[in-house]
């Protein structure tokens, strides 16, 4: 009986058709051929490109080496042996400085990002670079590790790109980036970026290394960033937001900003990876972590509703969580999970709720929703979950070699929660914490063939961190707590500033 007879139940004839081995490998083959033509223009035009010897009028390197020329990073010192952080940018940077001349023996690292890089609230004595140095000198390769520290405070991917184009003309042998955490402080709007193709956007995050890369770069920076528009966003120095008055009040709920961020992280990102494979310099990413545990959200707001008898209803929901008046914490849970039904993205009540799993040792759902209390923050000053994959896709698609340091804090930290086990506040590590970056940084690089230690390495390495420990005096140490006391208030939108600057977003 053929397969078209078959009846059903009610006696009427079935619509399932039963598709033959042949039928189904033609459907295979057309969508491989189908996939394929798609491809052939993209191919066709890489091909193109390649057999004219085109070239882009305006490298993503010379915008930023345009800007870095503005305001050099680095300036020679007076008796012209040393490169030295500039004057006029040693309020963001500290004091760091590296031979004009240098060594043939000497591996030249520059290290980029935040204040996390710089060793916040204490400094480069007490930062991952340093314990980066110490780590590498001590494996007795007879080579001269030389790791300069360019960690800026609050300062973004957007003005690091410039910090980049400036290093790489310094001889540098490896570049490492950590950075996440900064993107939301300023309003860095790129009016033009909004513009920007999604095709485009998609395209740029695939083909990092071909012609047509370029050529895509080359069209964004026509749309999305004219050059005179760069260098008027790099020529100050950092202006965040919390610097003012008020400035905390300057954020609010705004879901398409929390995603428009991240995306020119995404560019940021891979035009610095771009820009180190241009000069053939060796790149390494660094995924940073954020405490997790131990720091509510900055900033927390109910979601704004147009009904007002339901807009009265998330208040009084909230009002009765912050006021505790609330006789279990059972109750207290029904009206958390009520809240979140109608308020999905309240970063309060993913915290509340969070604490509240805890105590009832449902780790797997304590840590859900410590890391969603994370990403609804209002103030996102902690790297986003999202963020931190887009660095490692970067690193993926760029064949960055990535140091997932979160993967880290969190495998230290009990249950999987990094807290001030690890963090003196709400991103900036432990002096513990950052020797182990360093640490890790080094084994990195040893993985590599970078460094080739010899044995007893591990020790000779513990010996130097304990030697560089005795040399820090009791002043460094109280500058810290001042400056951690400074971070508390400013994170918190106490400082005190006259300006007033726009609203964000």
Request: with cysteine; net charge negative; charged share 25%.
């Amino acid at each position: 009986m053929s397969v078209d007879n078959v009846k059903t139940s009610d006696d009427q004839p079935s619509t399932k058709k039963v598709w033959s081995k042949r039928e189904i490998l033609k459907g295979v083959i057309f969508r491989y051929v189908a996939v394929v033509a798609w491809l052939l223009p993209l191919i066709a035009f890489e091909i193109l490109l390649r057999l004219i010897g085109w070239s882009p009028e305006i490298r993503i390197d010379d915008v930023y080496a345009e800007i870095a020329a503005e305001r050099p990073l680095f300036v020679v010192n007076e008796a012209k042996t040393h490169y030295e952080i500039a004057q006029n940018r040693r309020v963001y940077f500290r004091p760091e400085s590296f031979p004009v001349d240098k060594n043939p023996e000497e591996f030249r690292i520059f290290v980029l990002g935040g204040s996390t890089v710089q060793g916040r609230p204490y400094s480069i004595e007490t930062s991952l670079t340093t314990w980066l140095e110490l780590s590498l000198n001590s494996a007795g390769d007879h080579r001269r590790y030389e790791v300069v520290n360019c960690g800026g405070v609050s300062y973004a991917t957007n003005r690091l790109l410039p910090i980049l184009s400036e290093v790489l003309r310094y001889q540098a042998d490896l570049i490492v980036i950590m950075t996440g955490h900064n993107e939301f402080l300023e309003d860095k709007t790129y009016e033009r970026a909004r513009k920007v193709a999604p095709a485009i956007r998609l395209l740029s995050q695939q083909f990092s290394r071909l012609k047509s890369f370029e050529w895509l770069q080359t069209q964004m920076h026509k749309e999305k960033f004219q050059i005179e528009d760069l260098v008027e966003k790099s020529a100050g120095e950092v202006d965040t937001l919390l610097d003012h008055e008020g400035g905390l009040e300057h954020y609010t709920r705004d879901s398409t900003w929390k995603k428009r961020i991240p995306d020119e992280f995404r560019l940021n990102l891979m035009s610095m990876a771009v820009l180190c494979a241009q000069q053939k310099v060796p790149v390494v990413l660094v995924n940073p972590s954020r405490n997790l545990k131990d720091c509510p959200p900055i900033r927390s707001q109910t979601k704004t509703v147009q009904n007002l008898e339901e807009s009265a209803f998330l208040d009084s929901l909230m009002t009765q969580i912050r006021t505790s008046n609330v006789d279990s914490p059972q109750e207290k849970m029904d009206l958390l999970q009520k809240l979140l039904e109608l308020d999905a993205g309240n970063p309060e009540a993913h915290y509340h709720i969070a604490r509240l799993y805890e105590r009832g040792s449902a780790w797997p759902e304590a840590v859900r929703h410590y890391r969603a209390a994370c990403d609804c923050d209002v103030c996102p000053l902690r790297i986003l979950t999202s963020m931190q994959e887009i660095i490692k896709d970067v690193a993926k698609i760029t064949r960055s070699p990535l140091v997932d340091i979160d993967e880290r804090f969190c495998e230290l930290s009990p249950h999987e929660l990094p807290g001030e086990n690890l963090f003196v506040d709400h991103v900036h590590p432990t002096i513990n914490g950052h020797q182990i970056i360093g640490t890790m940084l080094a084994e990195k690089l040893v993985e590599l063939d970078f460094v080739k230690p010899i044995t007893g390495w591990e020790s000779r390495r513990q010996n130097a961190f304990d030697q560089h420990f005795k040399t820090l005096s009791v002043l460094y140490f109280e500058q810290g707590k001042i400056r951690l006391e400074g971070l508390q208030k400013w994170s918190q939108g106490r400082l005190e500033k006259i300006e007033n600057p726009k609203l964000i977003p």
